[in-house]
């Protein structure tokens, strides 16, 4: 059972209560009490004999304690993003851990290394690193302040002390085998809740996150025959003389129109769309985390029905019983808290991308 | 324009009806007649017009009418139709002629086109025109009566004309190659309009389904619900607004369509000119000629080659009296070709002034109907952007309180 402590590092044997938490949790969310800073950028490429990949700069400023120094700057490929990210998963399965961007993007045109796709990744990949120090429990999290501060060397031995492929597949096969069990007998209606709330969110997301890829590509399609029609207006006032003036007067004022339009587009893909993308992925990785939770309350439950059958032997159980029920309300309460962290910061983000979505528009139209 | 028609008589092209006919084939056919309207209104008192006269006409007595008109005055640039069929369509409009959106833009460009005849100094004074304004029956005898058909120059003389005229007036070949690139210009910028629009369209419409999406959200947000579900109306208002303002801009683009037509009308007088300079040229030659066949055989020089000189010489001279018979008839040909050439010399000088005066006219005129067409599509524009400006703060609001 070592999967068990999800609990930050400070106290791993005392079972902190959501009061604790949700205290932390108002604490640490206003950036101005942020002791930890870190940015993500400077992609380079790395030939070998094997392959070819990126790494990104990742420099760290803190001012914490337990850090040996004040600032950290150390190169990370996309592969140890990826080690992070189950590292944090495996510690804290009910918690909810920012998306990482996509291996590859299947949909776009978007070739492996172009200059867009590299620029995409690494916003948000800084957006990832951001959000895990921004976390309250997560941000003291132990592998994650290795990956902060190691050195590729260190890294890399640290990487394989942890419970190895087999460990995490079994870990994988339960999850998928409880899930098929149908762990949803007891699930609290609090969390029933979640679940629904879920389906339909992550449906329309999907859906919004296509319409402002549609609306990305209409506006760039707008913008192209525009680049064609103002040069028209030019070409006519050569052979006119009353009416020359205003003809090129028009012809400029479209070139205009075509800026305005360009910064509209780029608002968009630089605002709009990535956070679409990133709470898109974060409904996956929901719908992942109350999974996980049904599959602890299933262990629950299952070790109850054994008890049932097996009455002589409650003493011994109780124990066992005891301690998983404790680990179910920690789990409940950890994702509770969380879910509700999430959604408020999931409300913020919302507003302030389509009130910035709004604001170009009104730019637009101004100008 | 004191005398002019439109001054002394309200003309208004008010309704545009669904038939059903036979027509000169006995084929029973689908066509749109419109009705004319009329009133003889008194240019010094207010309040005192005469009774409204009104009667139907289909679009092809409105071709018989243009047509006669060109060949009747061909120095002057005659007032075009509206389009026969629908052109320059963007994928909202429909290339139907029986679409109603297109038969009331017809309807309006056939009232625009008899304004126009109605307030041209010249043209409006023609009696076949009043007569198809005011005169239900028999009008197309009347029209045939006329013999115009048999005035109209043939396609292929006017080709030939072309090619081959030597001292074309420079004003009017200057005027050929503005019509030309008139043409051109305007009809580019007619496409590029439609696909503007069109694209102009889908953004404004993909707008309309965050609205559904964002209604549907919202019925599982607590907080941001309201906020939501507001913001969506909006974008659906954003997106419905398209519809108005693209309709409006078609009226701009029937501005310049009507003066793509126009310019075909000018090259048309152009045309004129050439082939009657051909007219000229080619009598002039004639004459030169025959005034030169006079001469050689009262002199009996032979100076140039011709067959009949070599025939004559191979088969004989021919008698004094011969020659003076030809002689005779040659000095009354070419009596006759000086006459001619006379009056084709004032004819052509009377054209090219008439022609330039009405050109000079035309000119004015589509200075001030561009400017003003220019200066109403930059103003659409504008009131397009309010629009939006209104929409957006409105989203925003909402956004703001989710």
């Known amino acids: ?367 | 324009m004191e005398d002019c028609l439109a001054k002394k008589m309200e003309i208004t092209v008010s309704e545009a009806e669904k038939r059903t006919g036979r027509n000169a084939m006995n084929i029973q056919e689908t066509y749109t007649a419109y009705l004319i309207e009329t009133r003889a209104v008194e240019s010094q008192s207010e309040g005192q017009c005469g009774p409204v006269e009104s009667l139907w006409r289909r679009y092809s007595e409105f071709e018989l009418l243009r047509n006669y008109l060109s060949v009747t005055y061909p120095h002057i640039v005659v007032p075009p139709l509206p389009e026969k069929r629908a052109d320059f369509v963007w994928h909202k409009l429909s290339a139907d002629n029986m679409d109603p959106d297109f038969v009331e833009r017809r309807r309006i460009g056939l009232e625009n086109f008899l304004l126009r005849v109605a307030s041209h100094p010249v043209l409006c004074q023609d009696k076949i025109f009043y007569a198809f304004l005011t005169q239900e029956g028999g009008w197309k005898e009347m029209v045939n009566e006329t013999g115009f058909q048999l005035k109209a120059d043939s396609r292929l003389k006017a080709l030939n004309a072309t090619f081959r005229v030597k001292n074309p007036d420079k004003r009017f070949t200057e005027l050929k190659h503005y019509s030309d690139e008139l043409q051109s210009v305007i009809s580019h910028l007619l496409r590029v309009r439609a696909r503007v629009a069109d694209r102009l369209y889908g953004v404004y419409k993909v707008h309309g389904n965050y609205g559904r999406v964002f209604s549907e959200w919202s019925a599982i947000e607590k907080e941001m619900g309201d906020g939501l579900q507001s913001a969506g109306h909006h974008m659906d208002v954003y997106a419905a607004s398209i519809d108005d303002i693209l309709e409006e801009e078609e009226h701009y683009a029937d501005q310049l369509k009507e003066y793509l037509f126009y310019a075909e009308a000018l090259r048309a007088v152009c045309r004129k000119h050439e082939l009657m300079q051909y007219d000229l040229e080619m009598a002039a030659q004639d004459l030169t000629s025959k005034k030169q066949q006079c001469e050689e055989l009262a002199t009996g020089t032979v100076r140039t080659f011709s067959l009949k000189g070599m025939t004559s010489k191979l088969f004989g001279q021919e008698t004094p009296e011969q020659r003076e018979a030809k002689i005779k008839v040659l000095e009354e040909q070419i009596q006759e070709g000086e006459e001619q050439l006379k009056s084709k010399n004032l004819e052509g000088r009377d054209f090219v002034k008439s022609a330039w005066a009405d050109i000079e006219r035309f000119k004015e005129q589509k200075n001030h109907d561009l400017k003003e067409a220019l200066i109403s599509y930059a103003v659409m524009q504008i009131s397009m952007c309010k629009k939006g400006i209104q929409v957006w703060t409105n989203a925003k609001e909402c956004f703001s309180k989710m």
């Not at chain 1, 990744?121 to 309250?136: G, V």
């Not at chain 1, 990956?147 to 096969?173: C, D, I, N, Y």
């Open chain 1, 1 to 367: 059972d070592t999967s068990l402590t999800e609990v930050n590092s400070f106290s791993p044997s005392v079972p902190v209560s959501p009061s604790s938490m949700i205290n932390q949790y108002k604490f640490e969310d206003g950036p101005e009490l942020r002791d930890l800073f870190i940015t993500v950028d400077d992609p380079e490429s790395h030939i070998t004999a094997i392959e070819t990949f990126i790494t990104y700069r990742v420099v760290t400023k803190t001012t914490r304690g337990e850090f040996d120094s004040s600032e950290y700057e150390v190169r990370r490929r996309y592969q140890d993003f990826l080690w992070l990210k189950s590292k944090l998963e495996e510690a804290h399965p009910t918690l909810i851990i920012p998306p990482l961007p996509e291996k590859f993007i299947m949909k776009g045109m978007v070739e492996r290394f172009s200059d867009e796709f590299i620029e995409t990744r690494r916003k948000a990949l800084h957006k990832f690193l951001n959000r895990i120090a921004d976390h309250p429990t997560l941000t003291f999290n132990e592998d994650f302040k290795i990956f902060l501060t190691a050195q590729a060397w260190e890294l890399s031995s640290h990487k394989k002390q942890g419970p190895g492929l087999l460990s995490r597949m079994g870990q994988t096969v339960r999850a998928v085998a409880s899930s098929v069990r149908g762990a949803v007998k007891n699930r609290p209606e609090m969390f029933s809740e979640m679940n629904n709330y879920m389906e339909t969110f992550s449906q329309k997301i999907n859906l919004l996150d296509k319409i402002a890829h549609r609306i990305y590509k209409e506006e760039r399609d707008y913008f192209n025959e525009m680049k064609e029609y103002g040069p028209i207006h030019t070409l006519w006032s050569a052979s006119e003389e009353d009416i020359a003036d205003s003809l090129k007067g028009i012809a400029s004022c479209i070139e205009r129109c075509c800026r305005a339009t360009e910064k509209r587009m780029a608002g968009l893909s630089e605002h709009l769309l990535p956070i679409l993308h990133e709470y898109l992925l974060y409904s996956e990785i929901l719908m992942g985390v109350l999974k996980r939770r049904d599959q602890i309350q299933g262990e629950l439950d299952s070790k109850v029905d054994a008890l049932a059958n097996k009455k002589t032997e409650r003493d011994q159980f109780s124990e066992e019983i005891g301690k998983l029920e404790d680990k179910v309300e920690r789990a409940n309460n950890a994702l509770k808290a969380d879910w509700d962290r999430w959604k408020q910061n999931m409300q913020w983000d919302m507003r302030s991308t389509f009130t910035n979505v709004a604001e170009n528009n009104l730019r637009y139209y101004e100008e």
